[in-house]
């Protein structure tokens, strides 16, 4: 008589689990990614075949999410008084947060810490600017204000 206890049988697959890859926009592009397969250099291999690389959305959402960065930089060139302080605040702030985040989760994803960093450094020069014209317009009152005072003691 065998005493050996059997593991119990696999949980059934969800419905979310079941449905996963099935879709038409799943097969098309798993189907793309097949036919490219066969045309990657094997230089090119190891970074095709990273759990981060171009077979996965770790790949391409960091590739997207440069257009913030692009974005950003064409910011550049607005009048410092159209900044949106809120706007560039919450930006700098996601991408200062996930920069760290991209470190911290396996596999580290160092072209979305790039892309992060990139976000978070142009939203707080943008930040800096608005603060710089802050600054001037209160110099400007203050000027302003004393000019006008010897005005009326006369």
């Known amino acids: 008589m065998s005493t050996a206890v059997q593991p119990p049988p ?11 890859g099935k879709g038409l926009h799943s097969k ?7 036919a ?12 095709w075949m990273h759990p981060a690389g171009p077979k996965t959305i770790f790949f391409w959402a960091p590739v997207f999410k440069w257009g913030l960065v692009a974005a950003g930089l064409s910011d550049l060139a ?10 560039c605040a919450a930006l700098a702030a996601t991408g200062i947060i996930w920069s760290r985040y991209s470190l911290v ?25 608005a603060y710089n014209y802050q600054l001037e317009q209160d110099k400007l009152k203050k000027a302003q204000t004393q000019e006008e005072k010897p005005a009326l003691k006369q």
Do not use: E
């Open 10 to 20: 696999p949980p059934p697959p969800s419905a979310a689990a079941a449905s996963a």
């Open 28 to 34: 098309l592009y798993n189907g793309m990614i097949g």
């Open 36 to 47: 490219a397969d066969k045309f990657v250099p094997a230089k090119l291999r190891p970074l």
């Open 78 to 87: 607005r009048p410092a008084d159209s900044i949106s302080v809120s706007g």
């Open 105 to 129: 989760i396996i596999p580290k994803n160092y072209s979305l810490f790039a892309v992060n960093l990139f976000v978070g450094i142009t939203q707080v020069v943008q930040l800096a600017r």
